[in-house]
């Protein structure tokens, strides 16, 4: 089952943060290519960068809102930072 935990501090640190869990895949099940977060920010903001567990995280599309994860057979436990800056 997929956790998944949101907290916006977009008016203070200009921040949405992503608390994501990803669960082990069985092994008869087919691997799904990786989970997709989408992250719908008032207009006024863009995607300027992320990190996953405090390190820089290169798999995201600000023009999409998109960030995306690889799902390990072994699961993934994840924490997103997703910074943003006024259009």
């Not at 995306?68 to 994840?78: F, K, N, R, Y």
Request: charged share 15%; no cysteine; glycine share 2%.
């Amino acid at each position: 089952r997929v956790s998944l935990t949101l907290s916006s501090q977009l008016a203070t640190s200009r921040t949405i943060t992503a608390n994501v869990t990803l669960p082990a895949l069985a092994a008869s099940s087919a691997a799904p290519e990786g989970a997709s977060l989408f992250l719908r920010a008032p207009k006024a903001w863009e995607m300027s960068s992320v990190t996953a567990n405090s390190k820089p995280f290169t798999n995201w599309n600000s023009a999409q809102e998109v960030v995306t994860l690889s799902w390990p057979d072994e699961g993934l436990s994840v924490l997103l930072e997703v910074h943003y800056r006024k259009k």
